[in-house]
Nanobody
Framework: QVQLVDAGGGLVQAGGSLRLSCAAS????????MGWFRQAPGKERDVVGS????????YYADSVKGRFTISRDSAKNTVYLQMNSLKPEDTATYYC????????????WGQGTQVTVSS
């Protein structure tokens, strides 16, 4: 079992920055990929990006590429989502998730943290 706790959301003006964190416990994450997702009201959940824990390789959705950065701190067992140049359309509940590298399904999810970007 992997337990994930999201934090760091809040209200920010357009053009501002926020850093979300996802603290993991219960397993070492060397065999996992960590993803960030978001869901706006009335919309489907979309992937924001992901990071492979062991290699640090990252993937970003086109909508956030160049603005968002995913990183991890092995000592703290924590993944971060640094969000810069925020836009009102980035407003959503953000979730981190974990999946085993051989799986396509994210089986562990954080509780979510709200990000609101005002224009």
């Amino acid at each position: 079992q992997v337990q994930l706790v999201d934090a760091g959301g809040g209200l920010v003006q357009a053009g501002g920055s926020l850093r979300l964190s996802c603290a993991a416990s219960g397993r070492t994450l060397s065999s996992y990929a960590m993803g960030w997702f978001r869901q706006a009201p009335g919309k489907e959940r979309d992937v924001v990006g992901s990071i492979t824990w062991s290699s640090g390789s990252t993937y970003y959705a086109d909508s956030v590429k160049g603005r968002f950065t995913i990183s991890r701190d092995s000592a703290k067992n924590t993944v971060y989502l640094q969000m810069n140049s925020l836009k009102p359309e980035d407003t959503a509940t953000y979730y981190c998730a974990a999946r085993l590298l051989y799986s396509t399904r994210y089986g562990y999810w954080g509780q979510g943290t709200q990000v609101t970007v005002s224009s």
